[in-house]
């Protein structure tokens, strides 16, 4: 069965500083997607960014990337110039990719992080 | 794109007592997912739909509990003989059909069962 662990229940980072978020993953498949979703207090949960497990590169998004590595189903989040919006429980999830591209599954998701972002 | 919406956002009942929620996905999206979330916890999948039918349902869907999506559109999560343990916040999440099939999800309708 697959599951996704995040060993880190509460983190906290200075402003401006950087902080890095766990995950780990585990299945038998080969070809998934990985995603970090951002949920802040009482607010509905939003894409933060989006893993292909067949892509090499890493994924950025303006102050947010990851470090995937597959071999050792890892997928860490790096948040760069912390600021106090990014303060939220961040969840680590995983889908398997059917082989004609669409994908049919269910996310699969860690417990969360509660990240703080101090001033 | 308007977003996923959800109604009601939040719902207090009695044990024992129906309670329906409603889900309005993004337009064009043919997906549908329904999810649990409860305190501390990451949200569990419950139920899938492709248009308008469903074609997963995890195994925490109860017989007590029924969702629909009559014309493909919008979907409705009913919860019948509601208990303590059914309160928790649900979540809709809708997506298109494609290479990433990524999920955008509503607000949520938090639930409390008293």
């Known amino acids: 069965a697959q599951t996704v662990t995040q060993s880190q229940p509460e983190m906290s980072v200075q402003e401006a500083e950087t902080v890095t978020l766990s995950c780990t993953y585990d299945?038998?498949?080969?070809?998934?997607?990985l995603f970090w979703y951002k949920q802040p207090p009482s607010r509905q949960m939003i894409l933060v960014i989006r893993q292909e497990a067949y892509k090499q590169q890493n994924a950025t998004e303006n102050r947010f990337s990851v470090n995937f590595q597959k071999a050792a189903k890892s997928f860490s989040l790096k948040i760069s110039d912390s600021q106090l919006g990014d303060a939220a429980m961040y969840f680590c999830a995983y889908r398997i990719r059917t082989t004609y591209g669409g994908s049919q599954g269910n996310l699969i998701f860690g417990k969360g992080t509660k990240l703080s972002v101090k001033p | 794109d308007t977003g996923v919406s959800q109604d009601p956002r939040h719902k207090i009942t009695k044990r024992g007592q129906n309670v329906t929620f409603r889900c309005d996905p993004i337009s064009e999206h043919n997906r549908l997912y329904w999810y649990r979330q409860t305190l501390g916890q990451g949200p569990e999948f419950l139920t899938y739909?492709?248009?308008?039918?469903?074609?997963?349902k995890s195994r925490l869907l109860s017989d007590r509990f029924s969702a629909e999506r009559p014309k493909g559109s919008f979907s409705t999560l009913e919860i019948q003989r509601t208990e303590q343990g059914d309160s928790a916040m649900y979540l809709c999440?809708?997506?298109?059909?494609?290479?990433?099939?990524?999920?955008?999800f509503g607000p949520g309708t938090r639930l409390t069962v008293l």
């Open positions: 739909f492709q248009n308008e039918a469903q074609l997963e």
């Open positions: 299945t038998s498949e080969s070809d998934y997607y």
């Open positions: 999440a809708s997506s298109r059909r494609g290479q990433t099939d990524t999920q955008y």
